[in-house]
């Protein structure tokens, strides 16, 4: 990965620091290119590296023999890969696959656990979001169980839109069917239906956000839910380009 410069766009939960602990953090970082389709961790494997992402957003998959991965949990700007290291474990517990291009500040394992015995607001600030990422884990598991794939489907494209930064963003069919462990069949038709209504424009693989408040109402309740479990412990997790359609589109 090829260490770039600093970009305009930064990570929530770096910006939750005292500009002292921030200060420190980022003298170990580098900011990093997230390419496409790129492996970060394996399971059961020792993280090399940490990531805060900075654009872009990161896939957390597990995968059962015999089975297409599925994806469970999704990091963007507002959260960290590698956050159970504020528990002193240093495997990864799932694969992380990033699935938005974007950018990220990488941080050696080794500098991180230093920093966690020197800096007790970011030790605190980690820990909190482990229970946000666990609740959107939990949340995720029982939405695949239970939800209908077009409310299932208008969730992530949610979750997608709120990381990537953009109105318009990259997923093929394919992808979403192997992310939500159904067929490509499915995903058409419930892709279809979301663009029919003019929630979304889907062509080639690149999907736009045309209407946002139709689409939050057309999700399931587990994306506000999220939503709610982050804002309670960590502030407002919404980036500009979500609250930027939402005024183009008339909602506060």
């Not at 963003?169 to 069917?177: E, S």
């Amino acid at each position: 990965m090829p260490v770039l410069a600093v970009p305009l766009i930064t990570n929530h939960l770096v910006n939750l620091l005292s500009e002292k602990e921030r200060v420190l953090l980022l003298q170990h970082c580098d900011v990093v290119a997230l390419e496409f389709g790129a492996v970060l961790c394996e399971p059961r494997q020792r993280y090399r590296y940490l990531y805060f992402p900075l654009s872009g957003f990161i896939s957390l998959v597990t995968k059962l023999a015999g089975h297409k991965p599925l994806e469970i949990g999704l990091i963007g700007n507002e959260g960290m890969l590698g956050v159970t290291l504020a528990l002193g474990i240093t495997t990864a517990p799932m694969q992380a696959v990033v699935q938005g291009k974007g950018t990220a500040w990488r941080i050696d394992i080794a500098a991180l656990q230093q920093l966690l015995h020197d800096c007790p607001q970011l030790q605190n600030i980690l820990q909190q979001y482990l229970y946000v990422l666990m609740a959107q884990l939990s949340q995720s598991t029982a939405c695949a169980h239970f939800h209908e794939l077009e409310y299932r489907l208008a969730r992530w494209l949610l979750m997608s839109h709120d990381r990537a930064h953009s109105n318009d963003f990259h997923l093929t069919h394919q992808f979403l069917a192997d992310m939500l462990g159904v067929r490509r069949s499915g995903v058409t038709v419930a892709a279809g239906i979301l663009q029919q209504k003019q929630y979304i424009s889907y062509s080639r693989g690149m999907i736009s956000i045309l209407n946002r408040p139709a689409l939050q109402h057309a999700a399931c309740e587990c994306y506000q839910v999220g939503i709610d479990n982050y804002r309670r412990l960590l502030g407002e997790p919404v980036p500009d380009s979500a609250k930027r359609l939402l005024a183009e589109q008339g909602t506060p």
